[in-house]
């Protein structure tokens, strides 16, 4: 397909192995963030970044926080980089044959070397996969050509996604990457208290009422990447709402309604940046007048107006 815009293609299908690699890598980042890091709402303080070579954890405190480290997934020169505050560098390289337990294995090592162990949970998260990542040894499929374009389409997706997020006045979280998931997401926040999850991870997700945006690479469900929305607590009637484009439709995923528009239709388009601000918003209002939020008094003014 020809497309007269700068968009990658990504494709889930034909990646299977390439995506749950870097998968696995995200998860192993995340863990060891996850276990330095000091808490902050809504698990913010797991996540993982975009930045301009690939993705990182950004500064993880350490010694109480008297230094700090980052590992870093550089895409762009296909490395592992870990700097620490007190100047310590160290490098490996991302190669098509490094498995997960050679990537777990000698990060941990050369973590040990900076004085810093990594002490996680050392399974993959949701991933149906029973093996410690130390074990696994049949998952070895990083690809060059996969990572650089799911990468720079995040880069892109990063860029939009805070667009779209400096348009509200109430709490939103940073852009970020979920590693659990491997999606990339934005949430709006309404400042009213939501009713309890069911399980620990989703009491602290979803404590207050919240309007989610992002982008994931397609699994098994969804075989192809896609943007998303969805309305915690859904209000009734939500699938029903009008969506921008006429590409983007509601689709039930786990007993809730979600607003999709596939990456695919987005990169048919000669001006996507704008046809994607146009989905988020139109699945922003669909789930905030249901709720009833306050949209005027949430929304930000252009500065000619201030």
């Known amino acids: 397909m020809i497309t007269s815009n700068h968009l990658a293609e990504l494709k889930y299908v034909g990646n299977e192995k390439s995506k749950l690699t870097l998968h696995l890598f995200f998860q192993i980042l995340g863990k060891i963030r996850m276990a330095y890091t000091p808490r902050k709402n ?39 980089d870990i700097s620490k505050s007190t100047g310590e560098v160290r490098s490996f390289r991302l190669e098509k044959d490094l498995d997960i337990s050679d ?86 926040f309404s400042g009213k208290k939501a009713p309890s999850g069911s399980s620990m991870q989703d009491r602290e997700a979803y404590s207050h009422e919240c309007i989610s945006f992002g982008f994931w690479p397609g699994d098994e469900k969804v075989q192809e990447a896609a943007f998303y929305s969805y309305t915690y607590p859904s209000p009734e009637g939500i699938e029903d709402k009008p969506l921008e484009p006429r590409d983007a439709n509601w689709i039930l995923n786990n007993g809730s309604w979600m607003a999709i528009l596939t990456y695919a239709d987005l990169r048919k388009n000669d001006n996507p940046k704008k046809v994607l601000l146009e989905f988020l918003e139109s699945a922003y209002m669909a789930g905030a007048e249901l709720a009833d939020w306050d949209i005027e008094n949430l929304r930000v003014p252009p500065l000619k107006d201030l």
Not at 50 to 79: C, M, W
Not at 167 to 174: D, H, L, S, V
Request: net charge neutral.
């Open 42 to 80: 809504h698990w913010w303080h797991i996540t993982l970044y975009v930045y301009e070579k690939g993705f990182t954890t950004g500064p993880v405190p350490v010694d109480d926080g008297a230094e700090s480290f980052s590992i870093s997934l550089n895409i762009q020169d296909h490395r592992v």
């Open 103 to 188: 990537f777990y294995n000698y990060l941990c090592s050369v973590l040990k070397e900076l004085d810093i162990r990594a002490e996680i949970q050392p399974k993959p998260y949701e991933l149906g996969i029973s093996k410690k990542f130390s074990e696994i040894h049949d998952i070895h499929h990083y690809n060059k050509k996969y990572s650089t374009a799911y990468w720079k389409t995040l880069l892109w997706i990063d860029s939009v996604f805070k667009e779209f997020s400096g348009r509200f006045y109430g709490k939103t979280c940073p852009v970020h990457l979920y590693w659990h998931s491997m999606d990339l997401a934005v949430t709006r």
